[in-house]
Nanobody, 114 residues
Framework: VQLQASGGGLVQPGGSLRLSCAASGNIPRINIMAWYRQAPGKQRELVAGVDSGGSSNYADSVKGRFTISRENGKNTVYLQMTGLKLEDTAVYYC?????????WGQGTLVTVSS
């Protein structure tokens, strides 16, 4: 499984960004597509995940600001980020969570700075 993420960049506090991640290859039929992030000096954390039926969950820190969605036909997951804060600065990784293992993308850097 290969994952290609895009959409990161530099944005001011309060701004918005949209991340995209396209998966290809032998994708597990049952899966969750998710976004994780890792800030400097911190552990990687789950930001949001969505299953093939559209059910989603979010980290408390991003609820009400971020929206995850997916297009099953395109094996693509999106993360719409609004109201960005300085503490959202991190490398964002997309992932396919299968029943027996996870697959990771290469990461895209999001920098929130004035």
């Amino acid at each position: 499984v290969q994952l290609q993420a895009s959409g990161g960049g530099l944005v001011q506090p309060g701004g918005s960004l949209r991340l995209s991640c396209a998966a290809s290859g032998n994708i597990p039929r049952i899966n969750i597509m998710a976004w994780y992030r890792q800030a400097p000096g911190k552990q990687r954390e789950l930001v949001a995940g969505v299953d093939s039926g559209g059910s989603s969950n979010y980290a408390d820190s991003v609820k009400g600001r971020f929206t995850i969605s997916r297009e099953n036909g395109k094996n693509t997951v999106y993360l719409q980020m609004t109201g960005l804060k300085l503490e959202d600065t991190a490398v964002y990784y997309c992932a396919v969570v299968g029943t027996d293992r996870n697959y990771w993308g290469q990461g895209t850097l999001v920098t929130v700075s004035s």
